[in-house]
């Protein structure tokens, strides 16, 4: 059971370039999310999608694009990169309803560094 | 709005003292949850605890602890004889009750813990 998987792992960009980031889950989760992680600004939310065929704005969305074709997948887009857009990037997927007081709602990939030069 | 606020930075501990690492947080919301997670040097984030707003409760687990106060709105984490391996950086963060809410997290800035052996 992999869990979240994200793909890649690191990626150098020059501004102006484009590139996709795959999210992929096999856990049967309806929602799934792209955050995105700046130092001294802890996490915030990028995209997120509550369902196939679905997607959503989150706190800072300009710059992305979303896709969620298949359940299990949540691509994130860049069409144009930034130096803006440095950043660590997490995926994460969700339940519709949590059980348990233990859980965690939310299953984390282990991130995707992007650097824009 | 929703808000979560950590207002320490960085501490830094030598190994056996206790810390308390602070969450306060802002919503509208009268049902919510509340979380810690944690991110060691390794950059995937762990979940720590999950609490919802009707449970003041306060909850210990091993070494850590977590005093949630309605009355202040804040949600702090403390973690007694802190050992080298609790270096990491810390999150709290809020969530709302609804569809669609499920992942959608309000997270702090964080606050880098460092023990000192």
């Known amino acids: 059971n992999a869990g979240v998987t994200q793909t890649p792992k690191f990626r150098v960009l020059k501004t102006g370039q484009s590139m996709t980031l795959l999210c992929a889950q096999d856990?049967?989760?309806?929602?799934m999310y792209w955050y995105r992680q700046d130092p001294g600004m802890g996490l915030r939310l990028i995209h997120y999608s509550v369902g196939e065929g679905t997607t959503a704005k989150g706190e800072v969305p300009d710059g992305y694009n979303v896709s969620r074709l298949k359940k299990q997948n949540f691509l994130l887009g860049l069409e144009s990169a930034a130096p803006s857009q440095t950043s660590v990037y997490f995926c994460?997927?969700?339940?519709?309803?949590?059980?348990?007081?233990?859980?965690?709602?939310?299953?984390f990939g282990n991130g995707t560094r992007l650097t824009v030069t | 709005a929703q808000k979560v606020t950590q207002a320490q930075t960085e501490i830094s501990v030598v190994e056996k003292e206790d810390v308390t690492l602070d969450c306060v947080y802002e919503?509208?919301?009268?049902?919510?949850?509340l979380f810690w997670y944690k991110q060691p040097p390794s950059g995937e984030l762990v979940f720590l605890i999950r609490?919802?707003?009707?449970?003041?409760q306060n909850e210990i687990s091993g070494r850590y602890s977590w005093n949630f106060q309605k009355s202040t709105s804040s949600f702090n984490f403390t973690i007694t004889a802190s050992q080298v391996v609790d270096s990491a950086v810390y999150f709290c963060?809020?969530?709302?009750?609804?569809?669609?809410?499920?992942?959608?997290?309000?997270f702090g800035q964080g606050t880098t813990l460092q023990v000192k052996p």
């Open positions: 963060a809020l969530s709302g009750r609804g569809s669609g809410n499920t992942g959608k997290l309000i």
């Open positions: 919503t509208r919301d009268t049902t919510y949850y």
């Open positions: 994460a997927s969700s339940p519709t309803y949590w059980t348990g007081k233990d859980n965690s709602p939310l299953h």
């Open positions: 856990m049967n989760h309806e929602y």
């Open positions: 609490r919802n707003s009707f449970d003041e």
